[in-house]
Structures are given as structure tokens and as C-alpha cells.
């Protein structure tokens, strides 16, 4: 259950547009502070999991995540897969084919590899970033085949692409009220993400019983003069 609720924020941070009467800000311009959590909960299940997305209890879109461990240079990360298409209620009148991949080390969630393909009624994009040890990363977008920006910049400050980031939050241990600030960058605009931890609660998976936690996103976008 937590899984979907992140893989529904990650989704819509992927799909948000900017205002159309707002003043846009380079993502290497924004100046952004947030507290350097420390992961708590290191592992992940393992598999294949498969959701469907509702929306008023109409069906519109269903979904896949793919976790595997995988180890580079003698280090573990978490390799990410997300998949997710238009219901075939919704493709009458709005086709979405996405797919995600994200890499990030397993011992501290640090991101190393994001990478998206959308095509959104037959226009498709591609976004990827390289996060760089020293703290440095490198973007590139691109719109039906051509490159509509590129970008390397410091960040100066923990930076998660909505994958890794969404993951991160999962691996910490969050107090009942307590809330957590994340900044995330899509490769096209960058936001400060919270999550509140609202309430333990129970819910049923599989005819099987489990505590979990609610959790109530909110954001703020970065890259934006009207956000």
C-alpha cells in the first residue's frame, strides 16, 4: 500500500506542467535547504508488484514496480522500474504510456541514474539524469527527439530525483505528526515535497492485515515565481 501512494506522488510530480502566467526559474538557480535525513528502514521487497489506479473509483491507469538489488564496483543500489499505461476507459480520449528507472544506493538512497519515456497521445519525451558523486549532476530532456534542455549544476543540497526520493521517504521511521521536506527534481522543474505522518491505521491486502502508516503529501514548486 505505501508503494502505491508513492508511485501515485511520483506520478503526478512527473506529469505536472508549469502555470501558464508564471516566470519560470532554471532548476540551477534555485537555492534550497532541507534536513539530511538518515534512511532507517534499508530494505525493500523485492519483485513484481502491479496496482491499478483509480480515480472516484473509475479506473485510469494500471501500474507496475519492479524492485531488484544489483551491485556496481563492489556497491549495492536499488534498481527501480515503474510502468504505467491509460486504462482503456481513459485511452478513449487520453493515450499515456510512461515508463520510469531510477538507480540509488542501497546503503543510503543517494540517487545515481534517473530516466523517463512518456508518450502522451503520440507525442513522446524523454528526461535522464546523472547524479555525481561529487555532488554534481547532469540533465537532458528531450521532445520527440530533439533536445529541449540540458543542464549541469551543484545542487547544493540533498537532491532526489521522484523516485528515489520517493523511496527514501519510505525507508524512514516517521513519528505519528511528523513531517519530512524532500527536494526533488524531475528534470524539468524542482519542488520541495512534504509528508505529513497523519495516522497508523490498519488496511487489508490480500485478505491479510497490516499497520500502516498514512501519509499526506504536499508540495511546493521551486521553479516557478507564482508557485
Known sequence: ????????????????????????????????????YVPQILDIPQGTFY??????????????ITVSKVTEDTKDYWDISISATSSSIVAIFYSLEFSGHAVFSAADFRPKL?????TENGRKSERMIQFR?????????????KIAEKLAFNPNNLLFDPISGAFFVRSLDLAVGHKVDVDIYNCRHRYIVSFLSNKVEQIKVAKQTYQAINLVPSLKRLTDTEA
Not at 502566467?21 to 538557480?29: L, T, Y
Not at 496496482?51 to 507496475?64: C, E, H, L, R, T
Not at 534517473?114 to 512518456?118: L, V
Open 1 to 36: 500500500m505505501t508503494e502505491k501512494i508513492l508511485l501515485i506522488c511520483c506520478f503526478v510530480l512527473l506529469s505536472l506542467i508549469p502555470t501558464a502566467k508564471a516566470e519560470f526559474i532554471s532548476p540551477d538557480k534555485v537555492t534550497a535547504h532541507t534536513e539530511k
Open 114 to 118: 534517473f530516466r523517463t519515456e512518456q
Open 51 to 64: 496496482y491499478g489506479i483509480k480515480w472516484q473509483g473509475i479506473p485510469v491507469a494500471d501500474a507496475a
Open 133 to 145: 558523486e561529487d555532488g554534481t549532476l547532469e540533465a537532458v530532456r528531450t521532445k520527440r527527439g
